[in-house]
């Protein structure tokens, strides 16, 4: 089955710095890859996803790269705002359309 | 706007007593899920439906059940609640092997 390792929070950050949040995966194949933001009392939300190799997913200002060499698919955003705090996952999708999450990094960004 | 609704937002039940948490969707997605997620965790996968299709996780308490009486309802019936059972439960659906989308979840507290 698939397994993802998921840089460990919490993250900190003080708004407009520069936001990078690890995750490497094995799957059997090629699979799909979300991440995924969970706000305070909600659900998950699809923040991005890729589908193929070198694909670059991206939304919100938050960016993601499918990168088949290192089985990596790091997000990243240039400027982060308050309203970004929130838990991330990423998450590798195989064919069976299941997901395995990783265990969530929790952002903080602060004034 | 379409959307996966979880109804209630939260649900207390007392240790031993049967709950039944409900999810209902207007996506006309052919794929449901159900997961629960404990504090500071990643959402573990309980069961999906594909289509009439009812698929277990293997590792998913026979205390966990399911129903889907039509494409746009799906129910969690937990039948003797222990208090390991506390957790966040969220209903997703998806198109196949499509992106997921989440419900808010309902947060279930036992007392």
């Known amino acids: 089955g698939n397994s993802v390792t998921q840089m460990e929070g919490p993250v900190t950050l003080s708004e407009e710095a520069f936001l990078t949040i690890n995750c490497t995966y094995t799957a059997t194949g090629y699979p799909s890859l979300f991440w995924y933001v969970q706000y305070p009392g909600e659900g998950l939300q699809l923040l991005l996803k890729?589908?193929?190799?070198?694909d670059k997913g991206s939304n919100k200002g938050f960016e993601a790269t499918y990168r088949k060499e290192t089985t990596s698919f790091h997000l990243e955003k240039g400027s982060v705002q308050v309203s970004d705090s929130a838990v991330y996952f990423c998450?590798?999708?195989?064919?069976?359309?299941?997901?395995?999450f990783g265990k969530g990094t929790k952002l903080s960004v602060i004034p | 706007d379409a959307m996966v609704i979880q109804n209630p937002r939260y649900q207390v039940t007392q240790f031993g007593k049967p709950v039944t948490l409900s999810c209902s969707q207007t996506?006309?997605?052919?794929?449901m899920y159900w997961y629960q997620q404990k504090s500071s965790q990643a959402p573990k996968l309980l069961f999906h439906?594909?289509?009439?299709?009812?698929?277990n996780e293997a590792d998913t308490p026979d205390n966990f059940q399911s129903r889907r009486p039509n494409t746009s309802f799906c129910f969690l019936d937990i039948r003797s609640p222990g208090l390991g059972d506390a957790a966040m439960y969220l209903c997703?659906?998806?198109?196949?092997?499509?992106?997921?989308?989440f419900g808010d979840g309902t947060r279930l507290s036992i007392l």
């Open positions: 996506l006309n997605h052919n794929v």
């Open positions: 998450a590798p999708g195989a064919g069976s359309y299941q997901l395995t």
């Open positions: 997703a659906t998806s198109k196949g092997t499509q992106s997921q989308h």
């Open positions: 439906y594909y289509d009439k299709d009812f698929n």
């Open positions: 890729a589908t193929k190799a070198d």
